[in-house]
């Protein structure tokens, strides 16, 4: 497609069920990222698949958070036993990854809100 | 660790030359500056990058110094819809490294 696309693009849940956010990154982008932003904070990074490498998963903050790519295009990032500080807004960015021109082209993000 | 250091927020009239300036003095040889915005309730948009040079593209303008310590982002006619939040980040040449967001700039452009 023409952007990324996140879906859905707003999720209300309870506090303890697991949630599945969807990022169609733009076709031919290798590299792709997961961040979140809290209401009225900045990014936080999440995670960042390149090609075939292992994720490098160094910002999830905690283990109810896990992410796939699978074939190198769809992710989905998946929170278990949510909490009511899980609520956020979910961004998803891909990119071409060339050394030196690394732009990150943004979905419009994923609105989490945990009761 | 803060790379960048940018004021937390700037006003500007509509129609002036809105000036947002970045410190990066510990920025190294093979690292790059970046501008992205963030407009309410949407995803950041990359604006423009450089690594010595000035750029310009048709969004805005680049403007590094020649020790590279310190950039400015010029929006040469800025309009109501460029109130946004700005980041600059720093990131150096090697593909993969992911963008560190700090608070950035909340620019206002006022009528």
């Known amino acids: 497609g023409a952007g990324v696309s996140q879906s859905p693009s707003n999720k209300v849940t309870e506090k303890g069920k697991d949630v599945e956010l969807r990022c169609d990154p733009i076709?031919?982008?290798?590299?792709l990222y997961w961040y979140r932003q809290s209401l009225g904070q900045g990014l936080e990074f999440l995670i960042y698949?390149?090609?075939?490498?292992?994720?490098?998963k160094s910002g999830l903050p905690s283990d109810r958070f896990s992410a796939e790519r699978t074939g190198g295009s769809v992710s989905t990032l998946t929170i278990q036993r949510t909490q009511q500080e899980d609520s956020a807004v979910y961004l998803c960015?891909?990119?071409?990854?060339?050394?030196?021109?690394?732009?990150?082209?943004f979905g419009a993000g994923s609105r989490l809100t945990v009761l | 660790d803060a790379k960048t250091t940018q004021p937390t927020s700037m006003d500007c009239a509509e129609g002036r030359a809105a000036n947002l300036p970045c410190n990066h003095s510990?920025?190294?040889?093979?690292?790059?500056v970046y501008w992205y915005r963030q407009i309410h309730s949407q995803g950041p948009q990359y604006i423009i990058h450089?690594?010595?040079n000035n750029e310009t593209n048709e969004m805005a303008s680049l403007i590094i110094t020649e020790d590279r310590k310190s950039s400015t982002l010029i929006l040469p006619h800025a309009t109501l819809r460029d109130t946004a939040v700005y980041y600059c980040?720093?990131?150096?040449?090697?593909?993969?490294?992911?963008?560190?967001f700090g608070g950035g700039t909340r620019l206002m452009v006022k009528p």
């Open positions: 450089g690594l010595k």
């Open positions: 698949f390149q090609g075939n490498s292992a994720p490098d």
């Open positions: 076709s031919g982008h290798t590299a």
């Open positions: 960015a891909s990119s071409t990854n060339r050394a030196g021109a690394n732009v990150l082209t």
């Open positions: 980040i720093v990131l150096n040449n090697n593909a993969g490294n992911m963008l560190t």
């Open positions: 510990t920025i190294s040889g093979n690292e790059y």
